[in-house]
């Protein structure tokens, strides 16, 4: 009982930012996120939106899910922007990414940069809740290269 009490206040006091470009998936995920238990959700509309809410030491999260590929300022551009920050070096970043051809080397740019994990599109809801357990530390959700 005091596992559950833990887990779900943790869950209602992590804040998260959403970064996708793409309504529908930013939906998706979002409605994840909720099913999930988490209440405090920031969905940016772009991600310029997202550097703007990250430069802004008043906003506080603990976790960024970020799309890679955005107009403007794309996800791997967002990563390393938050790594520079020193208010930001502690907040966990999930990158989410399309299956493409170049997709090793663009994984091994975000490790690079100092990424936590990464899920590939698409992906099934219990994939992002054990990507999210697991670098949050609430426990294990297998290895970063899991796909759905």
């Given amino acids: 009982m005091d596992n559950v009490r ?17 309504a529908m998936v930013k939906s998706i995920v979002v409605e994840y996120l909720q099913a999930f238990g988490f209440k405090r959700i920031v969905a940016a509309d772009s991600s310029r939106h997202a550097v703007r809410l990250l430069n802004d030491q008043g906003e506080g999260f603990d976790l960024v899910l970020s799309d890679w590929q955005m107009p403007g300022v ?5 990563l390393r922007l938050s790594r520079k920050i020193p208010y930001r070096q502690a907040m ?3 990158m989410i990414t399309s299956q493409v051809p170049e997709e090793r080397i ?3 740019k975000a490790r690079q940069a100092g990424v936590d994990a990464y ?12 990507k999210i357990w697991e670098v949050l530390g609430w426990g294990s959700g297998g290895n970063n290269e899991a796909k759905a």
Avoid: N, T, W, Y
């Fill in 119 to 130: 899920i590939v599109k698409p992906f099934k809801g219990r994939l992002l809740r054990d």
């Fill in 92 to 94: 966990k970043f999930i």
């Fill in 6 to 22: 833990r887990s779900s206040s943790l869950i209602e006091r992590a804040r998260i930012l959403v970064v996708e470009d793409d």
């Fill in 74 to 78: 794309d996800g791997l551009d967002l």
């Fill in 106 to 108: 663009k994984i091994a």
